[in-house]
């Protein structure tokens, strides 16, 4: 009998970062719900980070699509379109409208021109695939952003080989070299399940990402890592307890814990202890007041945004 502890799971590796995610570090989110939902968690923690600005991004030719128009902005060649008395683009979601043509270029333009700083000034790129399903617009021949409720015949569905997906990345770890972009690129698979195209189909998609973004990483070795946590949910937490009501959401508890992980393996040990010592001004921040108006109320945000200053003053000029 030997005294190692017995682990009623398997545990998946997560590879570290060359050089460990430090508070000073800014970092940008792309992609799908997931990236939201590990990227809002560096925001909490009064990191500097830039989470899908334009609204979530399915597929890697969407990513990629969104990274050159924000590397290079041109408000006249935004595809910008009517619907409802509203103006909206093909690059962003359903929540970037505004009632005028010149209105919505102005808005998607200065979106993308505000994520095309973060990304170069960006310590860490974290691109989250989701589905290697796209719509291709028949019309403008473009593979879109969000379908914003159109009729279905507007579109082509496609959907992209391994081959194409890891064209796709290329493409854009070719497209960041070209404008001196030296942010280091996490890739990551969401463990969202696409009940709409069939539990064989959507492992299919996962496989086609997993499979291009295994090529990149090895091509592109110096740039590139993968973090595991499609795995991490499948593999390691592997039970519909992990999982929303829906059963194809990652619960809340999922991400807390892949959160947990991505923390032990990319930040240094300051930068952790800076996360165990803002914890209380996190709460503070997400607790929901009963009277938000009163005074009482704002003196204590007040004092949170006080505490948070001092802190982070901290860790970055010490």
């Known amino acids: 009998m030997t005294n190692s ?63 050159e128009h924000a590397l290079a902005p041109d408000a006249a060649r935004l595809p910008v379109f009517a619907e409802g008395g509203m103006y909206r683009c093909w690059l962003a979601d359903t929540l970037v409208e505004e009632p005028s043509e010149d209105a919505c270029r102005r808005r998607v333009y200065e979106l993308l ?22 719509y291709r617009h028949r019309e403008l021949r473009m593979v879109v952003s969000n379908c914003h409720h159109a009729a ?23 497209l960041l070299d ?29 496989a086609a990402l997993l499979l291009a973004v295994d090529e990149v990483c090895r091509q592109w070795d110096a740039r590139c890592i993968y973090f595991p946590s499609y795995e991490i949910v499948l ?28 923390v032990e393996s990319f930040f240094s040990a300051r930068a952790r202890r800076y996360l165990e ?3 209380p001004i996190r709460k503070g921040f ?15 945000v007040e004092q949170l945004r006080s505490r948070q200053q001092a802190l982070r003053a901290k860790y970055v000029s010490s």
């Open 5 to 67: 502890p017995i682990l009623f799971r398997t545990m998946v590796d997560v590879a570290p970062l060359s050089a460990p995610i430090e508070v000073s570090d800014s970092h940008v989110f792309l992609g799908s719900c997931f990236a939201r939902n590990v990227g809002d968690r560096f925001g909490e923690y009064g990191l500097d980070v830039s989470v899908n600005p334009l609204g979530t991004l399915y597929n890697p030719q969407s990513i990629l699509s969104v990274v």
């Open 113 to 134: 021109a505000s994520l095309g700083r973060a990304i170069r000034r960006a310590r860490c790129l974290f691109v989250t695939l989701g589905t290697n399903v796209c």
């Open 152 to 174: 279905p015949q507007v579109f082509e569905e496609v959907r992209l080989s391994a081959a194409d997906c890891t064209t796709v990345l290329t493409s854009l770890m070719a």
């Open 178 to 206: 070209r404008h001196g972009v030296a942010a280091q690129v996490v890739f990551t698979v969401s463990p969202y399940r696409y009940a709409k195209y069939g539990y064989h189909q959507s492992q299919l998609s996962k």
């Open 235 to 262: 593999d390691e937490l592997r039970d519909y307890r992990f999982y929303e009501a829906d059963m194809l959401h990652p619960s809340a508890v999922a991400v807390d814990y892949i959160w947990q992980r991505l």
């Open 277 to 279: 010592e803002y914890e």
């Open 286 to 300: 997400l607790h929901r007041p009963l009277h938000p108006q009163s005074p009482a109320h704002a003196r204590f």
